[in-house]
């Protein structure tokens, strides 16, 4: 059956065509395994892994693509870093819209010894970069934050903060689940030091990629999470010292690393600039006709400009979970209710803890979808 897809925030649907014949042709045509072998298949395997990297860096202004490192989400970049840079009495800093995939690793290393401090945020989910460095320590290692949240698209303001840490001698990492593909941004002229992403949402590549931009010189400091066969130096029994291989032990996702490369230059030929247009003009128009409903409560920035396409919102009366259930039913439109993995941003936003309806828009969301989204929205608005 047809439905619409308000889910993009999770991973991102449909996918380009070329996602799924870069995926096939590699079943079907290559198969081998990169860097393990020295036949023609092996070479086109390493092949299609670097050129993922290639074109990562291009969509993101990293200069050298060995410093790209493949993981297989978000959340695993997320991990090697927090894991792998901070040691008991470090000192850290994040917000209080982070997802889980941030919190979960840095509550447990408090446990151990990392000293954490959560900056808090304003009720639209903004962050205010004196609030960071108000929070600076002497054993302060690292600042790390969302991009944008997940919960009500507010975008944070990277630049100042990426100041705020240089100008303290501290590490800048950036979680860009939500932003990597829709957002521009220059990693290396922003100063960006540590810069997480995946593959499957706004990069339009399939589930199980993502991976971690480095900066020069701080592989020294960061342990791998994983040790093992890399395809390299295989004389050795010491994990290798140098990138990529260095983090990327074991057999790769080179099948999905090639449906991200397809992915990415789908967002690199059709342009940044108008897909992040499109998708500001679309949320734009839900944000707008959500205002004229009554019953309902919009959470985060009422403008579209200063969030990416995902919104947040409960109607009076009717539980986000219901409401969700009844969207899907009634209307089959796909949406996300509760906590959204991101329980420090609910609480931030007051929403804690039967959470939101989240809707979450893409490149391929239509206007014409926007409107049924609406009318269905009013519709349990008035208890029909």
Not at 63 to 87: H, Q
Request: proline share 6%; aromatic share 6%.
């Amino acid at each position: 059956m047809d439905c619409i897809y308000f889910d993009n925030a999770a991973t991102s649907w449909p996918k380009p065509p070329g996602i799924l014949e870069a995926i096939s042709d590699f079943n079907e045509i290559i198969g081998a395994n990169p860097g393990r072998s020295a036949h023609r298949r092996s070479i086109e395997a390493a092949r299609i892994v670097y050129t993922a990297r290639e074109k990562m860096a291009s969509l993101v202004g990293v200069s050298d693509p060995l410093r790209i490192i493949f993981t297989k989400n978000a959340t695993e970049a997320i991990n090697l870093v927090i894991l792998g840079l901070l040691n008991p009495g470090d000192h850290v800093i994040t917000s209080g819209m982070e997802h889980n995939s941030v919190m979960r690793p840095l509550r447990y290393l408090e446990s151990r010894g990392v000293e954490l401090t959560v900056a808090s945020c304003s009720g639209l989910g903004e962050l205010d970069p004196d609030d960071v460095r108000r929070s600076i320590k002497k054993n302060t290692r690292a600042v790390i934050v969302t991009h944008a949240s997940n919960i009500t698209g507010t975008i944070m303001p990277i630049e100042d903060l990426a100041l705020v840490a240089h100008n303290n001698g501290i590490l800048f990492c950036v979680d860009a689940a939500q932003t990597a593909g829709n957002l521009p941004v220059n990693v290396e002229k922003t100063g960006i030091d540590l810069f997480c992403f995946t593959g499957h949402k706004s990069l339009l590549g399939p589930q199980g990629t993502g991976g971690l931009y480095i900066k020069k010189d701080l592989e020294k400091y960061i342990k791998p999470l994983i040790r093992g066969g890399t395809g390299s130096r295989s004389e050795f029994e010491d994990q290798p010292d140098f990138l990529p291989d260095c983090y990327e032990s074991g057999t790769p996702n080179t099948i999905g690393l090639a449906g991200l490369a397809a992915g990415i230059e789908f967002v690199l030929s059709t342009g940044l600039e108008k897909i992040r247009k499109k998708e500001v003009h679309i949320t734009g128009l839900f944000l707008k006709g959500l205002q004229d409903i009554k019953g309902v409560r919009l959470y985060g920035d009422p403008d579209p400009q200063k969030r990416t396409s995902v919104v947040s919102f409960t109607i009076d009366g009717i539980s986000p979970s219901e409401a969700a259930f009844e969207l899907d039913e009634r209307f089959s439109i796909l949406s996300r209710p509760g906590l959204q993995c991101a329980p420090a941003a609910h609480r931030t936003i007051g929403t804690f803890p039967e959470g939101t309806i989240r809707f979450s828009f893409g490149p391929f969301t239509t206007e014409d979808e926007i409107s049924i989204g609406l009318k269905a929205v009013e519709t349990l608005s008035m208890g029909i």
